[in-house]
């Protein structure tokens, strides 16, 4: 048996193909953080005076306060405004987790960091 090296052809042909193969695995990953960068979570509050939706990453994006929302004290109306956009965040890592599962795969290491991310922001609010 030759050594990999001893085969200068070999050796060119393994090179160019794990180039093929990182090029083909770094286009797939813009795919991936463009989809992501596209995800949008909404939440509604339960009687529809607030409406919130954000990014990925959590960041506000839009905010839709219904006229029944100026009824409410100051105090219930900002908890419900944040409680909304929790709600909007945790469909937002839902579905950037989507994303991630159906490019690499449900058990893969990028979904679970992504699931291990999410699980930490939730645990800290």
């Known amino acids: 048996?030759?050594?990999?090296?001893?085969?200068?052809?070999?050796a060119?042909?393994?090179?160019?193909?794990?180039?093929?193969?990182?090029?083909?695995?770094?286009r797939r990953a813009g795919e991936v953080k463009a989809s992501i960068d596209r995800v949008r979570?909404?939440?509604?509050?339960?009687?529809g005076e607030v409406e919130a939706e954000v990014d990925a990453t959590g960041?506000?994006?839009g905010l839709v306060l219904a006229d029944a929302a100026t009824a409410l004290r100051s105090d219930d109306l900002a908890?419900?405004?944040?409680?909304t956009v929790d709600?909007?965040?945790?469909?937002?890592?839902?579905?950037?987790?989507?994303?991630?599962?159906?490019?690499y795969g449900e058990g893969s290491a990028i979904s679970s960091q992504l699931r291990?991310?999410?699980d930490a922001r939730e645990a800290s609010r």
């Open 1 to 10: 048996m030759t050594a990999f090296y001893d085969d200068p052809d070999a």
């Open 12 to 26: 060119i042909a393994k090179v160019q193909r794990d180039i093929a193969e990182a090029q083909e695995r770094a």
């Open 41 to 47: 979570g909404r939440a509604r509050s339960p009687r």
């Open 59 to 61: 960041r506000l994006t």
């Open 79 to 83: 908890a419900l405004i944040r409680d």
């Open 87 to 103: 709600a909007a965040a945790r469909d937002a890592g839902r579905r950037a987790v989507a994303v991630t599962d159906d490019a």
């Open 116 to 118: 291990a991310e999410l």
